[in-house]
Every structure is written in C-alpha cells, then in structure tokens.
C-alpha cells in the first residue's frame, strides 16, 4: 500500500509542477513511510523526487526503529559528525521546485533555502493534502476499527459501568486513556473530561473538579490506532452522561443538538459542499434560540491526524467526495451554566453517509 501511495504523490508532483517532496516530522511522514520521527533536533526527512528513488534520511541513532521498506525509500542513516542539510541537498541536486512539510522545523528550513539558493520552496499541503483528505477502502476500514474501539468506551460510559460519583476530572480522563489504549490504539490524543458548568469550555483541561449527583459530563476522547503498515489513523468521540435525571432546560437543549447532530450527518452526501452540512446542524440550533452557544465548525477531517481536511464549516465549499472521512459534532454550551456536544465520525460515500460510531446518541442517565 505504501508504495502505491507514494506513486499517487509522484503523480500529483507531476500535476503540480513539483519537482521533490521533503517530509520531515509531522503526519505526512508515516502516511507515506510507515515511520514515526521523535520531534529531535536531529534531522529527519524523507526526499521524495518525482523521477527516481526516494530516500529516508534518519539520525543514525533512530535508524534502529525505521522498517526497511525497500520497495518505498532507501535509508540513509547520518553519524553525529555529518551535516544532514548537506546530506539531503545532495539528494536534491538541481531540482528547481521543492515542496517542503509543513511542519518542518523552520531552523532547517532556512538551512536547506541556503543549501538550495536556486530551488523555489513551497508548502507540501498542495501535494499531499488532496490524496490524505480522500481515504480508500484500507484507510476506511482502519478508521473503523479505531471507531469500534471508543464505541465500546463509551457504551461502558453511557451504561454506568465506569464510575464517575466522588472521581476528579483528571482521573476519570486517565482512565479512559487508560481503556482507549487497553482497546488497542498505539497512545492516546486526548480524553477530555468536563464536568457541570466546565462542560462549556469545549476544549477544557480535565482538573480537580469532582464528579458529583446532578452533574453532566461531556467526555470527548480518542487516539492512535496503527494499521498493517503501520500507519496510524485515529478515533474521535463525544458523549454526554447526566448523573441523575438532568434539569429540563438541559434535556431540551440536548433534544436540540441531538436532532442537529442527525441531521447534519444525513446532509454529508457524496456532492454536498462541506459548507452545507455546516450548515444543517446550524440552523437547528439556531432556529431553537442557541445560535450564538454554538461557537465552533461543526467538524474536521480525520485520518492519520486528528484534524485535517475537509473542514465542515461556513465558507468551505469543497464538494464531499468519496472517501471524505470527518467528525460531525454541533455543540451548545451556556457559559456557567453547562455545555453539551455529540460528535460521530462519518464517511462520506456513494451510498450514503457512512457513520462509524455507533455508540448510543441519547443523553445517557446515569445513578447518582
């Protein structure tokens, strides 16, 4: 697969008029290596020319971790006594056009600008950002087993089968790390834990606060799943619990984001631009009154990062395409008061909407 991937890139370079793709730390990396980079001040990078051999130039010292994948690069280890910005200028020769990562450190990117005086440097989003942003049926399916694994995290949530009276937020999101890797993901992105009014800051920090009866819970948690190739790709989920009965203008707002979380995932057909299905979770919200309680898109992409393209939001007209994977997740949040939000992962298909959380999307009950 890998070196199907790295012919699609090539074939895209050619599209795009680049001449070398350089890929240092970030996603792009292990998407067309199957390797994972320490963010080290030592220099990573793989040199993907458009005609001819790609290289993986590693830190002698990392080369243990790198699996050989002959039939995708050549590794070439450096000592400490090497430069490495030479080493990967040399691999570059005269080329005139260099798409570099986007997460590449800027101290080498300045270095290779300085090594390459007669290169046009651009960002490599144009190259790889289209072919990461439409998954095919392997990537699919790796999503969904990162999908299935949260699924049941959550199921135990919602069935009171993970205590949540008397436990802090810190330790409650340190369990569920502990169960998203127990499930089988590589490691954990973030398991957020917001209890009561801290329900309404959607990316709150899990603290102190202890769980206690009447309280919601927002929990919001997912990680890295490795594939076959070792490719990570990752799960993203959110469910709300209610400790006893909830008060009725939380159930009713919940009534509300619940039907604009359903509809904006039937919106997500194959043609829709993103904005559309944006679009459908908003006017719900904001035809009940909770227009300006809901202050975030309503999704991101997902893949091998937890946010990528497509974006679901106001202004991104791009049409959903086949493959398309992303988070549909309205929120409504009442500052000192609660928030609330339901998010799913879904596969934009010729089918359907391909939904691949299927945990339960009521607002759980749960004893006090």
């Avoid at 990396?29 to 993986?56: F, H, I, K, N, S």
């Avoid at 819970?217 to 619990?241: A, E």
């Avoid at 008060?247 to 194959?270: G, K």
Wanted: negative net charge; charged residues 25%.
């Amino acid at each position: 697969m890998l070196a199907e991937r790295a012919a699609r890139v090539r074939a895209r370079m050619a599209e795009v008029g680049v001449d070398v793709l350089l890929v240092s730390v970030g996603p792009d990396l292990p998407y067309l290596t199957g390797y994972t980079a320490m963010p080290l001040e030592r220099l990573t990078m793989l040199v993907l020319p458009r005609d001819g051999d790609a290289t993986l130039v590693v830190p002698q010292l990392e080369a243990p971790r790198v699996v050989d994948r002959p039939d995708v690069f050549a590794l070439r280890p450096w000592g400490e006594t090497e430069d490495p910005v030479a080493i990967v200028a040399d691999l570059v020769g005269p080329a005139r056009e260099v798409a570099i990562g986007d997460r590449t450190w800027a101290r080498f990117v300045l270095d290779l600008q300085a090594a390459l005086p007669a290169a046009r440097f651009t960002r490599s989003a144009p190259v790889t950002g289209p072919l990461r942003a439409v998954k095919d049926a392997a990537e699919v399916a790796a999503l969904r087993r990162a999908a299935e694994a949260v699924d049941r995290i959550a199921a135990d949530l919602q069935a009171g089968k993970i205590p949540l009276v008397g436990r802090t937020e810190a330790d409650l999101s340190a369990d569920i790390g502990r169960r998203i890797v127990d499930e089988g993901h590589q490691h954990v992105n973030f398991a957020i834990v917001a209890a009561g009014a801290h329900a309404a800051s959607p990316h709150h920090e899990p603290g102190e606060r202890v769980i206690g009866p009447g309280d919601g819970v927002l929990c919001d948690f997912g990680g890295t799943m490795l594939d076959d190739d070792g490719v990570g790709y990752c799960s993203d989920i959110t469910r709300c619990v209610h400790v006893g009965e909830p008060p009725a203008e939380v159930a009713e707002a919940y009534a509300v984001l619940h039907e604009a979380q359903r509809a904006a995932a039937a919106a997500a057909v194959v043609g829709t631009p993103c904005e559309q299905v944006d679009r459908a979770a908003r006017r719900i919200i904001e035809d009940a009154g909770y227009g300006d309680r809901f202050i975030h898109r309503t999704g991101h992409g997902i893949g091998v990062e937890e946010h990528e393209d497509p974006y679901i939001v106001a202004g991104n007209a791009t049409p959903l395409a086949p493959g398309h994977a992303f988070s549909i997740e309205p929120g409504i949040y009442v500052p000192g008061r609660f928030g609330l939000r339901l998010e799913d992962i879904v596969v934009a298909a010729d089918a359907g909407p391909d939904e691949l959380n299927r945990a339960d999307h009521r607002l759980a009950v749960v004893d006090a």
